[in-house]
C-alpha cells in the first residue's frame, strides 16, 4: 500500500510540474546548414532587467500552427538576441507571450489578439521569415517580505534590412535562403 501512495505522489508531483513550466524552442547554432525541407524564423529577442534584480526572469513569444498542430517558443534574451528556429512549414500566428521565473515556472501570459502581430502568416519551406525586433522588460521589486516580479513588452520595430544583414552574418549556413517579412508593417 505504501508503494501505491508513493507512486500516485510522484504522479501527480510530476503533473504539477510539467503544467506550470515554461519550455523554449531549441536555436539555431550558427554552423546551421539549410534544410530545404525546413522553414526558417529570426529575429531579435532582448530582455532588458532592472540592475537591481537578483533572479532571472524569463519571456517568451509563441508561434503556433493555425491548426495548432505545432508551437514554437522563442525566449527573449540578454546577450545573443538575434535568435532563429527552424519550423514545418505551414500558416503560424503569434499567440501569446509567456512570463516566467529562473527555473521555467510559468507566471502569466499576455495574448495577442489584434493588430499586425496577431495576423496569420505563411511558412514555406526553403525560405526564411523574418519576425521582428522585440524587446521586453522584466524587473523585481521588494518592499519589505514582498517581492513582486513584472514583465512588460516595451517595443517591436521593424529593422529587416538590418536585421537580415545581421541573420546572413550569424548564420552563414543559411545565407542562400530567400528571406520575407512574416508580417507587413503598417
Known amino acids: 500500500m505504501n508503494s501505491s501512495i508513493l507512486r500516485i505522489a510522484f504522479i501527480v508531483l510530476l503533473l ?5 513550466c515554461v519550455s523554449f524552442s531549441n ?12 522553414a526558417y524564423l529570426y529575429g531579435n529577442f532582448y530582455l532588458d532587467f532592472n540592475v537591481n534584480s537578483t533572479s532571472h526572469l524569463r519571456m517568451g513569444a509563441v508561434f503556433e500552427a493555425v491548426d495548432a498542430s505545432k ?22 500566428v503569434l499567440t501569446k507571450m509567456v512570463f ?38 522584466a524587473y523585481t521589486t521588494s518592499t519589505g517580505t514582498s517581492v513582486k516580479q513584472s514583465w512588460r513588452l516595451k517595443s517591436v520595430k521593424d529593422n529587416y534590412g ?4 545581421e541573420f546572413h552574418e550569424t548564420y552563414p549556413g543559411l545565407r542562400q535562403l530567400e528571406t520575407k517579412r512574416a508580417f507587413t508593417p503598417e
Do not use: C, H, M
Not at 504539477?16 to 506550470?20: D, I, N
Not at 536555436?27 to 525546413?38: G, I, N, Q, R, V
Not at 545573443?80 to 514545418?88: H, I, N, P, R, Y
Not at 499586425?116 to 519551406?125: G, Q, T
Open 16 to 20: 504539477q510540474f510539467a503544467v506550470g
Open 27 to 38: 536555436t539555431l547554432l550558427p554552423e546551421t546548414k539549410a534544410d530545404p525541407e525546413s
Open 71 to 92: 508551437k514554437y517558443s522563442i525566449e527573449f534574451e540578454r546577450s545573443q538576441t538575434l535568435v532563429a528556429v527552424a519550423v514545418e512549414p505551414g500558416n503560424y
Open 100 to 137: 516566467a521565473t529562473w527555473d521555467y515556472e510559468l507566471s502569466g501570459e499576455e495574448p495577442f489578439t489584434d493588430g499586425p502581430l496577431a495576423r496569420p502568416f505563411l511558412v514555406e519551406p526553403g525560405k526564411a521569415y523574418y519576425l521582428a525586433d522585440f524587446a521586453g522588460f
Open 162 to 165: 538590418k536585421t537580415t544583414a
